[in-house]
């Protein structure tokens, strides 16, 4: 644009000539920025500044020989948006939802022009102008809706904030302990820098909106995931990971800011409570609810701190059907209990394994699954072919048998390992759990037997699978190694700790793998036919996610879309959250192997979900724009998904005749079951 300046003093005599190549909106947009930088109302200062630094960006992404002063010029752009909205905030005190949400796309699109890798905030920005679509239609699920987006945009505002932290941390430590800079202000570098920019703005914009969404859809202050009453002393934790083998000598209340979905509840704790959102059928939401143990999200930030401040206190916790509530108590009404738990009393005397032997054979069909062969998961999803409803797609299965593994590993090719972990094993039994890590390495430097070759070739062609060796030796080799994988997950940390809480003697346990075809989902789900929020059987709940399962039931961030339906009309569906997850995750038509142990769904033990199944190939991740799925936008498509999954879970419930955990997908509209158990 140019600048000069005649007469005297510091700018006397400037010149500086006009930087070329620049749009030519950008000066009229900067004239208009400059005449309203000082209006009360800055929503149509915001999109001007939005729109200059749109007009700018490409200039900031290609040589110049004036880039340094068209990124001091964004810079200055960017900082005018940060104290506009702050400005703005004052406008927001008694605003309705819609203007609330219009800050925050401004201040997203703010973000996403200060971003490389912005794709996950651009996917929010279109979630957000679909949130407003939706208030503006009146729809009665917008505030629902909008209450997954603002989840979603968090999880993205932690995830620049924990990549900031990687990034400018560890140089601003280097870089200020050279220079003597005092360590309180080297701590605090990268939170202050992120304090400074967009995003701080955002987080409090979410702050300020997300009371309201629940209070208009009803949704309260918890979700109460395992409703038990408990009383216990109160004990915060960072990472419920961190202290997943801690054993507590009194009931202990955990605030825990942290976890991810597949940990496993410590020995004495009686009631979880966190911020994170794990989902209802995450395999710790399973737990919790096997052991009895109160857990639940709290979505309000103050009644957290108030949990917090709590530290070392007694308190009795009751949930209801909507809520939760707490109070002090006594010590001593916690302490009696807690006598009885340290003596033992109650805790339970460890599950006996039958160990299982080699058969003789290395693969099997699926009409010669028995349980002396093969675990529950291979035996269910094999009852179910040709007994549920012919809509209802079940995949071809074979297995490798108990006792292959140990089979396998006592083969003179594979002695060097088997001596190997059997020396690890020791010292594991000693307490050194650090070498589970290294035994499930070494598991996978076994060498397969010809004879096993040959007979699971037989048996996956005798059944119209695919082979993966007739695509070349390299294919069977990833398909071994699979293999290995699964076998070597009874070694898994939340396994081995979680047999360990239970007293079940860790070298009983067998590990059948259930061979399948794998479907290339669209979205995959998992069914509980009873309620297990509320114990309502009459009521099937479920939940769904775009891509393949192990997002829902693994440590995949956010929520997946939850629906009830009662049973007495399986085509009235009811959304009690949309989904949230950033993630999906998707495979090519392949084979996947499934653990299969003697340890799992077990009375009074639920094993479930504790070992891996591991497909042949391996997943892609891709971020997942909601604003176009048809299971969130279109009303009638999701009406017919979610009714044929609530279907398919009461017509198992009904051929088993009791309540089951069913996981399935759907490709193209057709609905898959790929395994089925009780539900615990």
Same mark, same amino acid.
């Given at each position: 644009?140019?600048?000069?300046?005649?007469?005297?003093?510091?700018?006397?005599?400037?010149?500086?000539?006009?930087?070329?190549?620049?749009?030519?909106?950008?000066?009229?947009?900067?004239?208009?920025?400059?005449?309203?930088?000082?209006?009360?109302?800055?929503?149509?200062?915001?999109?001007?500044?939005?729109?200059?630094?749109?007009?700018?960006?490409?200039?900031?992404?290609?040589?110049?020989?004036?880039?340094?002063?068209?990124?001091?010029?964004?810079?200055?752009?960017?900082?005018?948006?940060?104290?506009?909205?702050?400005?703005?905030?004052?406008?927001?005190?008694?605003?309705?939802?819609?203007?609330?949400?219009?800050?925050?796309?401004?201040?997203?699109?703010?973000?996403?022009?200060?971003?490389?890798?912005?794709?996950?905030?651009?996917?929010?920005?279109?979630?957000?102008?679909?949130?407003?679509?939706?208030?503006?239609?009146?729809?009665?699920?917008?505030?629902?809706?909008?209450?997954?987006?603002?989840?979603?945009?968090?999880?993205?505002?932690?995830?620049?904030?924990?990549?900031?932290?990687?990034?400018?941390?560890?140089?601003?430590?280097?870089?200020?302990?050279?220079?003597?800079?005092?360590?309180?202000?080297?701590?605090?570098?990268?939170?202050?820098?992120?304090?400074?920019?967009?995003?701080?703005?955002?987080?409090?914009?979410?702050?300020?909106?997300?009371?309201?969404?629940?209070?208009?859809?009803?949704?309260?202050?918890?979700?109460?995931?395992?409703?038990?009453?408990?009383?216990?002393?109160?004990?915060?934790?960072?990472?419920?990971?961190?202290?997943?083998?801690?054993?507590?000598?009194?009931?202990?209340?955990?605030?825990?800011?942290?976890?991810?979905?597949?940990?496993?509840?410590?020995?004495?704790?009686?009631?979880?409570?966190?911020?994170?959102?794990?989902?209802?059928?995450?395999?710790?939401?399973?737990?919790?609810?096997?052991?009895?143990?109160?857990?639940?999200?709290?979505?309000?930030?103050?009644? +957290? *701190?108030? #949990?917090? /401040? @709590?530290?070392?206190?007694?308190?009795?916790?009751?949930?209801?059907?909507?809520? %939760?509530?707490? =109070?002090?108590?006594?010590?001593?009404?916690?302490?009696?209990?807690?006598?009885?738990?340290?003596?033992?009393?109650?805790?339970?005397?460890?599950?006996?394994?039958?160990?299982?032997?080699?058969?003789?054979?290395?693969?099997?069909?699926?009409?010669?699954?028995?349980?002396?062969?093969?675990?529950?998961?291979?035996?269910?999803?094999?009852?179910?072919?040709?007994?549920?409803?012919?809509?209802?797609?079940?995949?071809?299965?074979?297995?490798?048998?108990?006792?292959?593994?140990?089979?396998?590993?006592?083969?003179?090719?594979?002695?060097?390992?088997?001596?190997?972990?059997?020396? +690890? *094993?020791? #010292?594991? /039994? @000693?307490?050194?759990?650090?070498?589970?890590?290294?035994?499930?390495?070494?598991? %996978?430097?076994? =060498?397969?037997?010809?004879?096993?070759?040959?007979?699971?070739?037989?048996?996956?062609?005798?059944?119209?699978?695919?082979?993966?060796?007739?695509?070349?030796?390299?294919?069977?080799?990833?398909?071994?190694?699979?293999?290995?994988?699964?076998?070597?997950?009874?070694?898994?940390?939340?396994?081995?700790?979680?047999?360990?809480?239970?007293?079940?003697?860790?070298?009983?346990?067998?590990?059948?793998?259930?061979?399948?075809?794998?479907?290339?989902?669209?979205?995959?789900?998992?069914?509980?036919?009873?309620?297990?929020?509320?114990?309502?059987?009459?009521?099937?709940?479920?939940?769904?996610?775009?891509?393949?399962?192990?997002?829902?039931?693994?440590?995949?961030?956010?929520?997946?879309?939850?629906?009830?339906?009662?049973?007495?009309?399986?085509?009235?569906?009811?959304?009690?959250?949309?989904?949230?997850?950033?993630?999906?995750?998707?495979?090519?038509?392949?084979?996947?192997?499934?653990?299969?142990?003697?340890?799992?769904?077990?009375?009074?033990?639920?094993?479930?979900?504790?070992?891996?199944?591991?497909?042949?190939?391996?997943?892609?991740?891709?971020?997942?724009?909601?604003?176009?799925?048809?299971?969130?936008?279109?009303?009638?498509?999701?009406?017919?998904?979610?009714?044929?999954?609530?279907?398919?879970?009461?017509?198992?419930?009904?051929?088993?005749?009791?309540?089951?955990?069913?996981?399935?997908?759907?490709?193209?509209?057709?609905?898959?079951?790929?395994?089925?158990?009780?539900?615990?």
């Amino acid at each position: 644009m140019g600048y000069s300046a005649e007469g005297r003093g510091f700018m006397g005599g400037v010149r500086i000539h006009p930087i070329s190549g620049l749009s030519s909106e950008l000066p009229g947009l900067l004239q208009f920025i400059m005449e309203h930088i000082e209006d009360k109302w800055v929503g149509p200062l915001l999109e001007g500044l939005l729109e200059a630094r749109f007009e700018l960006r490409s200039n900031l992404l290609k040589p110049h020989d004036r880039l340094k002063d068209i990124i001091f010029l964004d810079l200055a752009l960017d900082s005018t948006v940060r104290t506009a909205i702050e400005r703005g905030f004052e406008e927001l005190n008694n605003a309705q939802p819609s203007e609330i949400i219009y800050f925050i796309t401004m201040v997203l699109e703010n973000l996403s022009l200060s971003s490389d890798n912005n794709e996950e905030i651009i996917y929010c920005l279109k979630d957000w102008h679909h949130t407003i679509d939706l208030c503006k239609s009146k729809s009665d699920q917008w505030a629902l809706y909008a209450k997954a987006v603002l989840d979603r945009t968090r999880l993205a505002l932690t995830e620049k904030a924990e990549h900031y932290q990687k990034v400018l941390q560890p140089s601003a430590e280097y870089l200020g302990g050279l220079l003597g800079v005092d360590q309180s202000a080297l701590s605090i570098f990268t939170e202050e820098m992120i304090r400074a920019g967009s995003a701080a703005s955002l987080s409090l914009l979410l702050n300020r909106l997300d009371p309201v969404l629940r209070n208009i859809a009803h949704l309260g202050s918890w979700q109460v995931i395992s409703p038990v009453e408990v009383r216990g002393f109160v004990i915060t934790v960072d990472e419920l990971a961190k202290v997943q083998n801690e054993v507590y000598g009194q009931k202990t209340i955990l605030v825990a800011n942290r976890v991810k979905g597949e940990e496993e509840i410590p020995d004495g704790v009686v009631a979880v409570l966190t911020p994170d959102m794990p989902d209802v059928l995450s395999h710790v939401s399973v737990r919790a609810r096997n052991s009895k143990v109160c857990f639940a999200t709290c979505f309000d930030p103050n009644i +957290l *701190d108030d #949990l917090r /401040a @709590k530290e070392g206190k007694a308190l009795s916790i009751r949930p209801t059907s909507s809520d %939760l509530v707490y =109070n002090e108590i006594k010590v001593n009404e916690v302490l009696d209990d807690s006598e009885n738990l340290s003596q033992g009393h109650g805790v339970s005397q460890g599950i006996a394994l039958k160990k299982k032997k080699f058969n003789g054979k290395y693969a099997i069909s699926a009409d010669e699954f028995s349980d002396e062969l093969i675990g529950a998961k291979s035996r269910n999803i094999a009852y179910l072919r040709g007994k549920v409803p012919s809509w209802v797609r079940v995949p071809v299965s074979v297995a490798l048998p108990f006792g292959v593994f140990e089979k396998v590993l006592s083969e003179d090719m594979n002695k060097g390992v088997a001596e190997k972990i059997e020396a +690890l *094993d020791k #010292l594991v /039994a @000693k307490g050194d759990f650090s070498k589970l890590h290294k035994i499930r390495e070494i598991v %996978l430097q076994m =060498n397969a037997p010809s004879q096993l070759v040959g007979e699971l070739k037989d048996k996956m062609q005798r059944a119209n699978m695919p082979w993966p060796g007739e695509e070349g030796e390299e294919r069977w080799l990833q398909a071994w190694m699979a293999i290995k994988r699964v076998w070597a997950s009874k070694w898994n940390e939340r396994a081995y700790f979680s047999t360990r809480k239970a007293k079940i003697d860790h070298s009983d346990l067998c590990m059948a793998v259930l061979v399948q075809e794998i479907i290339s989902a669209d979205y995959a789900f998992v069914i509980h036919t009873t309620n297990p929020s509320t114990g309502d059987s009459s009521e099937i709940y479920a939940e769904i996610v775009k891509g393949l399962g192990e997002t829902l039931v693994g440590a995949y961030p956010g929520r997946a879309m939850s629906f009830v339906t009662k049973k007495s009309d399986l085509n009235q569906v009811k959304v009690l959250g949309y989904p949230s997850k950033p993630i999906g995750l998707f495979i090519r038509q392949s084979i996947i192997f499934r653990s299969d142990s003697n340890g799992e769904d077990l009375e009074g033990y639920a094993g479930a979900g504790l070992y891996d199944s591991v497909p042949m190939d391996e997943e892609e991740k891709r971020t997942i724009d909601y604003s176009s799925d048809p299971l969130v936008v279109d009303h009638n498509f999701r009406r017919s998904i979610l009714s044929k999954i609530a279907q398919v879970g009461h017509a198992i419930e009904e051929l088993y005749g009791s309540p089951q955990d069913v996981e399935g997908v759907v490709k193209d509209g057709e609905i898959y079951v790929v395994q089925t158990r009780p539900q615990m």
